[in-house]
């Protein structure tokens, strides 16, 4: 057990992290919001919590904080996110689709362009030497943080999902324009579920910049964003048990087939090929019988008006 | 919680007590053999391979051969921790040689200190290195001290040369401390710098910082890149008609940049922390090996390799002789091939080189080549006196 821990440990908690960054992504998609900002908020959360850590600046309240200064890094990114998300997802998200989507890369950029200009982020050599959360010694002591925020978000999820908000959301996904004729204020919502996954991304760089011991400009780049979308459509998109399964699955398989030397990044492409193919609703879709999410109750009226015009047979 | 982790912690180090090492002696190799980098980790792996080939052939440790255990670290952070982790915990190796880039070793040389695994970096050149820990040295002179040779080499080679243009990739960790390395130095020289362009690493097209380097007037033009880029970059420096002469960083320092930049890359100015040419009987055995094998001279980064396998078994084998390996411990093995590894003096590739308390290469010697194209697709180093 301990072996496997300490051999397998890293390995765990990536998968958790990848679910998690999987999930920061579904909140938007959950709106129709096609969002590849994830990894940029992933970043700044990383750089907050790093520069919180480790930059002389912040020695005296590091000391006098001791351990305290770990949630308190979470919370700075996640507010620091929230914020960017407000600040950038009003504009943004007028764009609907591609156009969103492009908008979104483009601010991954700029960010990334900005994190290699600056002195305080330590520039492409990035920031080193970051303190370990608790004192941790090994990796897969970092479940302990990865676990219950990944815990908490599933929760937070499913009682936004049978939440009046949660169906606003699905209302604007399934059509924005009606949804809006029925008094249902698409930019809050949309805004709301941008800023949602903004401060989960945030919260979870945050936690990630002590358990990869350096953060840099690599963290959060355009590659990323295209991994952390193929965590969201190889495990389903319509369930929040999607984008957990298809982090994990992805994030798995090319360090699982370690023993296959060069082909195991062949194979890594093989599934994705292979699941967008045959799973066009992701793993979790198609295990539920490729069927979509049963429609909320209707009211008994409903089905008497239908019948009533003769249109069902 | 912390009673779990405590008794998990106790487990651990109970597990690893009772282990003894293994013969074959099991060496980690944790390089890029896949990604964006393996045009640079691939150079390395050969040069590991030839050293296991040489050091077994020679009786190995003292009669016990050694192993590499290879596992492919990539170019990004989570892969390299990866493949430590399963180097450590599942391949019992007694030391790790790797990782490639700096950035990965700022990520998982921490790993290898607080599992006490020693390590020597065989391409990690930026600041702050050996610092990582007691466990981390690297056998890669840190490009403070290798890139300023260059620069006086092209002052030797035209000593009217009075402006310089300063090129480097923005988004590459080690051209961006090159650069500055470079700039610090032109500057000590009396020299002026007249022009700063930033470019990245991903870029085809070079005009604006061309055009502006022409403007510029200068008489040398220093680019830090990597080889695809860089050599980009020097093709359409001459095509657009710079005459001077032209000093590249340690990331064109690869004879991959010949067919990037073809003719156009004669005349470039490198500095090296290796030369095929060093004299050293291990350089000698090196230089043969290499030949038989891929027809050309070896690269500093195969011989950099080379040298971290080296050090490795010199060090195992000075042990060996107070105690014989296999009737070791594991985690007392590591620690004892750590003060071995600091505390030893060794005749590699490189020529001789020994390390300081922290870890930092003591390296004597450096070179500077030119290179020389013989026709749109050849070209060699030659190395300057």
Request: net charge positive; with cysteine.
């Amino acid at each position: 057990m301990t072996e496997f821990l300490a051999q397998y440990g890293f390995l765990i908690v990536t998968l958790v992290q990848a679910g998690l960054l999987g999930l920061s992504l579904y909140f938007p998609l959950q709106a129709g919001q096609l969002s590849l900002a994830s990894p940029g908020f992933y970043a700044v959360g990383g750089y907050v919590a790093a520069i919180l850590l480790t930059n002389p600046a912040f020695l005296g309240l590091r000391e006098s904080l001791g351990n305290a200064v770990f949630p308190l890094s979470w919370l700075a990114a996640a507010l620091i996110c929230g914020v960017l998300g407000v600040v950038v997802g009003v504009p943004a998200l007028r764009l609907r689709g591609i156009y969103l989507a492009l908008a979104t890369i483009a601010f991954v950029e700029i960010l990334r362009v900005v994190s290699l200009n600056l002195a305080i982020t330590g520039g492409a050599v990035g920031i080193f030497g970051i303190p370990q959360a608790f004192g941790f010694q090994d990796r897969w002591q970092y479940i302990f943080l990865f676990g219950p925020l990944l815990l908490l978000t599933l929760l937070f999820a499913r009682q936004v999902e049978r939440s009046r908000v949660g169906r606003a959301f699905r209302a604007i996904r399934e059509d924005e324009l009606a949804a809006d004729a029925m008094g249902v204020p698409p930019t809050r919502y949309k805004v709301l579920a941008f800023v949602i996954g903004a401060v989960l991304a945030g919260i979870v760089g945050a936690m990630s910049a002590p358990f990869l011991n350096t953060w840099n400009a690599k963290q959060g780049t355009f590659d990323a964003s295209i991994a952390i979308l193929a965590f969201v459509l190889i495990g389903g998109s319509r369930n929040i048990w999607g984008p957990v399964v298809g982090g994990a699955l992805l994030t798995a398989v090319p360090e699982l087939l370690r023993f296959l030397a060069d082909w195991r990044l062949v194979i890594n492409g093989l599934v994705l090929v292979v699941a967008s193919l045959y799973l066009p609703q992701g793993i979790v879709g198609a295990l539920q019988g490729g069927r979509r999410p049963a429609p909320p109750r209707r009211p008994p009226s409903v089905p008497v008006v239908v019948e009533a015009k003769g249109e069902t047979p | 919680m912390k009673r779990v982790a405590l008794t998990v912690t106790l487990g651990l180090v109970a597990a690893a007590h009772a282990q003894k090492v293994q013969a074959p002696i099991p060496i980690g190799v944790a390089l890029a053999q896949t990604g964006n980098v393996a045009l640079l980790g691939q150079e390395q792996v050969i040069g590991a391979r030839l050293a296991e080939k040489y050091i077994n052939a020679r009786g190995g440790i003292n009669g016990t051969p050694i192993r590499l255990i290879f596992q492919d670290a990539s170019g990004d952070e989570n892969t390299a921790i990866n493949a430590f982790q399963n180097l450590i915990s599942k391949s019992n190796v007694v030391g790790i040689v790797g990782p490639t880039l700096s950035q990965q070793a700022f990520a998982a040389d921490p790993i290898a200190e607080r599992a006490r695994v020693p390590v020597l970096g065989p391409s990690n050149t930026a600041k702050g290195i050996p610092q990582i820990g007691n466990y981390v040295a690297r056998v890669s002179a840190p490009v403070a001290v290798v890139a300023p040779n260059a620069i006086r080499t092209a002052l030797r080679l035209d000593p009217k040369i009075k402006k310089v243009a300063v090129l480097y990739a923005q988004n590459d960790a080690f051209s961006v401390s090159e650069t500055g390395t470079f700039q610090e130095t032109a500057k000590a020289q009396g020299l002026d710098v007249v022009t700063v362009q930033k470019f990245q690493t991903t870029d085809t097209d070079f005009t604006t910082q061309v055009t502006s380097t022409l403007n510029s007037d200068a008489d040398l033009v220093i680019v830090s890149g990597l080889a695809a880029d860089g050599g980009n970059l020097v093709k359409q420096l001459r095509q657009l008609g710079y005459k001077g002469l032209i000093v590249g960083g340690n990331g064109l320092n690869t004879s991959n940049i010949f067919p990037v930049c073809q003719q156009y890359c004669d005349g470039v100015i490198i500095a090296q922390a290796y030369s095929p040419a060093q004299p050293s009987a291990a350089n000698q055995v090196f230089v043969k090996d290499y030949r038989a094998q891929y027809k050309k001279d070896p690269p500093q980064f195969a011989a950099q390799a080379y040298a971290g396998v080296q050090v490795m078994a010199d060090a195992l084998r000075v042990i060996d002789r107070r105690k014989k390996l296999t009737t070791w411990e594991l985690p007392a093995l590591r620690t004892e091939l750590n003060k071995q590894i600091l505390a030893g003096k060794y005749n590699t590739p490189l020529g001789e080189l020994r390390f300081d308390k922290d870890g930092e290469i003591l390296q004597k010697q450096f070179y500077v080549a030119q290179i020389k194209m013989k026709d749109a697709k050849n070209g060699s180093f030659v190395f300057l006196k």
